[in-house]
């Protein structure tokens, strides 16, 4: 079993940045990749970037590529979210996710976090 927490969202102003935090209880966290998901209001939840268990590889969906990184810390049992040059089409509410295998599907994922807000003005 993994428990995440998520924490960092907010309002900011476009162009501004923000860097969300992934807290996950549970010895077998080193062993799960990560992902981030979200969710805007009317739309399907989509994906933002996962990273494997190990650090070593990442992707990113094209609309964030180049403005977000994922990177985790194995030995705080935390993964993040660092969001620079926010865009108002990036607001939603962001997840993070485990998932025994590093892919990009968020059926493939096991575990989920409650979500926080993000909300980019223009």
């Known amino acids: 079993q993994v428990q995440l927490v998520e924490s960092g969202g907010g309002l900011v102003q476009a162009g501004g940045s923000l860097r969300l935090s992934c807290a996950a209880s549970?010895?077998?966290?080193?062993?799960?990749?990560m992902g981030w998901f979200r969710q805007a209001p009317g739309k399907e939840r989509e994906f933002v970037t996962a990273?494997?268990?190990?650090?070593?590889?990442?992707n990113y969906a094209d609309s964030v590529k180049g403005r977000f990184t994922i990177s985790r810390d194995n030995a705080k049992n935390e993964v993040y979210l660092q969001m620079n040059s926010l865009k108002p089409e990036d607001t939603a509410v962001y997840y993070c996710?485990?998932?025994?295998?590093?892919?990009?599907?968020?059926?493939?994922?096991?575990?989920w976090g409650q979500g926080t807000p993000v909300t980019v003005s223009s």
């Open positions: 996710a485990a998932a025994p295998f590093f892919g990009t599907q968020s059926v493939k994922y096991d575990y």
């Open positions: 549970g010895r077998t966290f080193s062993t799960y990749a």
């Open positions: 990273i494997s268990w190990s650090g070593g590889r990442t």
